[in-house]
């Protein structure tokens, strides 16, 4: 059974009830940063809380791909980019999970050259969670911030490991 998500746009990132900021810097080009970030399949080599992604549209990815994505805690997530921009920012929203856990879900990664060769990757969760979520307060939370939480840390490693 799929819990349906609502579809949301780049102010969702500014009103969510639940928005969690990331940075990192990483010692690599945008262009090879952005190279991973849309290696959709290779995910789960830095992003521990990712086990499977499975694109649901054709090759090349951009805006408006569609894909699966299937943590380590079991969650199924159906996401759309609804933005891409080649080597600077994408972004998805949640349409469907297996597991009812928010009403609304979107994720946008951001790279920002600061240097030759050197990049802050941004990276932004925002959610609105169920009720149960809601009600579990900071403990919930802190359980949602858990699972996202390592992605920047993850990804500058992995990249700066390529160099």
Known sequence: MLFKCRMVGEEFFNEAP????????????????FQQLSDWENWPSWYSAVKKIK??????FGLN????????????????????????KIAF????????????????????????GQCLFKYTVAMDPILLLKV???????FVEKTFSGAADGLA???ESLA
């Open 55 to 60: 694109p649901t549209c054709g090759k090349p």
């Open 93 to 116: 929203y949640t349409t469907s999970t297996n597991i009812p856990c928010a009403s609304a879900l979107a994720e946008v990664y951001e790279i920002i050259e600061i240097d030759e």
């Open 136 to 142: 579990m307060g900071p403990i919930g939370k802190f």
């Open 18 to 33: 639940y928005v969690f900021h990331y940075e990192k810097k990483i010692s690599a080009s945008k262009e090879r940063i």
């Open 65 to 88: 791909s569609t894909r699966i994505t299937t943590m380590s805690n079991g969650i199924a997530a159906d996401e759309t980019f609804f933005i891409w921009e080649k080597n600077s």
């Open 157 to 159: 490693k992995y990249v």
